[in-house]
T-cell receptor
Framework: GDSVTQMEGPVTLSEEAFLTINCTYT??????LFWYVQYPGEGLQLLLK?????DKGSNKGFEATYRKETTSFHLEKGSVQVSDSAVYFC??????????FGPGTRLSVLP | DAGITQSPRHKVTETGTPVTLRCHQT?????MYWYRQDPGHGLRLIHY???????DKGEVSDGYSVSRSKTEDFLLTLESATSSQTSVYFC???????????FGSGTRLTVV
């Protein structure tokens, strides 16, 4: 079945550092790919998405590019802030199936 | 989150008692989902609904039942709560496949 693998962390960075969280997937067909963010005590919020190969999703300084050749959707941000501390989930939606979430990556950004 | 509310936000209950969690949406979305989130297990799908009175099981459905008598409400019932059902429960909605989900704020359930 479909699956999502992501680095589990925790990832600890200093403020203004560059962030990469790796995500790879296994799926038949052409799924849509998503990144969700969960702040402490809250539900998951959609951060960005891409629906086809080579699409780039972006939001709040975060970016991810749908790479079908490497089955990847890595999340990047050029300069993280303390307020970016959260858990980040990579997910796929293969039309006709239910969502598949990765295990989540906890990010801590230190001032 | 706007358009989706879960109640209660927190609940403590005793082993063996029935418990019902409610998810209410104002978006008129077709799909509704119940997940549980546990450390080390991530998000696991319990049940989902693809329309009024149309529901199906997810990967961890044992001990849970659901009902959807109206588009806007999706109820999750723990028939006889056990300590292993202590968890944070999230409801999610979606208008269609491939659109992504909108999540509620969660219900923290403790079974003692």
């Amino acid at each position: 079945g479909d699956s999502v693998t992501q680095m589990e962390g925790p990832v600890t960075l200093s403020e203004e550092a560059f962030l990469t969280i790796n995500c790879t997937y296994t799926a038949t067909g052409y799924p849509s790919l998503f990144w969700y963010v969960q702040y402490p005590g809250e539900g998951l919020q959609l951060l960005l998405k891409a629906t086809k190969a080579d699409d780039k999703g972006s939001n709040k300084g975060f970016e991810a590019t749908y790479r079908k050749e490497t089955t990847s959707f890595h999340l990047e941000k050029g300069s993280v802030q303390v307020s970016d501390s959260a858990v980040y989930f990579c997910a796929l939606d293969n039309y006709g199936q239910n969502f598949v979430f990765g295990p989540g990556t906890r990010l801590s950004v230190l001032p | 989150d706007a358009g989706i509310t879960q109640s209660p936000r927190h609940k403590v209950t005793e082993t063996g008692t029935p418990v019902t969690l409610r998810c209410h949406q104002t978006e008129n979305h077709r799909y509704m989902y119940w997940y549980r989130q546990d450390p080390g297990h991530g998000l696991r799908l319990i049940h989902y609904s693809y329309g009024v009175k149309d529901t199906d099981k997810g990967e961890v459905s044992d001990g849970y039942s659901v009902s959807r008598s109206k588009t806007e409400d999706f109820l999750l019932t723990l028939e006889s709560a056990t300590s292993s059902q202590t968890s944070v429960y999230f409801c999610a909605i979606s208008p269609d496949k491939n659109y992504g989900y909108t999540f509620g704020s969660g219900t923290r359930l403790t079974v003692v």
